[in-house]
Nanobody, 132 residues
Framework: QVQLVESGGGSVQAGGSLRLSCAASGYTYSSYCMGWFRQAPGKEREGVAAIDSDGSTSYADSVKGRFTISQDNAKNTLYLQMNSLKPEDTAMYYC??????????????????????????WGQGTQVTVSS
């Protein structure tokens, strides 16, 4: 059973940084996609960043240049480094994953799209609050 557990959220002032972590367990896919999504009150859940097993990444325009997604395969952990945080980054952040393939082209398409529907496994979320 796939389990995703996020950590690292908190409250920071605008301009500050946080690093979110997502510990993954229960699957052994060699081809996968993982992503970070966020949902603010009253808004749709949106894809913030995504990465696949080949290392291809994508970012929402609103976070490009400020957020970095990375993975440590040895630790089965996904990260989201968030710098220069803004009040509009305030949201619940979720880690998501799924088997992804069968080709690199397909995986890159999933990563580029950052669509909720492409990810079947979700963590419980971690809250990020940025004050002005």
């Amino acid at each position: 059973q796939v389990q995703l557990v996020e950590s690292g959220g908190g409250s920071v002032q605008a301009g500050g940084s946080l690093r979110l972590s997502c510990a993954a367990s229960g699957y052994t896919y060699s081809s996968y996609c993982m992503g970070w999504f966020r949902q603010a009150p009253g808004k749709e859940r949106e894809g913030v960043a995504a990465i696949d097993s080949d290392g291809s990444t994508s970012y929402a325009d609103s976070v490009k240049g400020r957020f970095t997604i990375s993975q440590d395969n040895a630790k089965n952990t996904l990260y989201l480094q968030m710098n220069s945080l803004k009040p509009e980054d305030t949201a619940m952040y979720y880690c998501a994953s799924d088997q992804c393939g069968p080709t690199p082209t397909h995986r890159r398409r999933v990563v580029a799209g950052r669509r909720k529907a492409d990810f079947g496994y979700w963590g419980q979320g971690t809250q990020v609050t940025v004050s002005s």
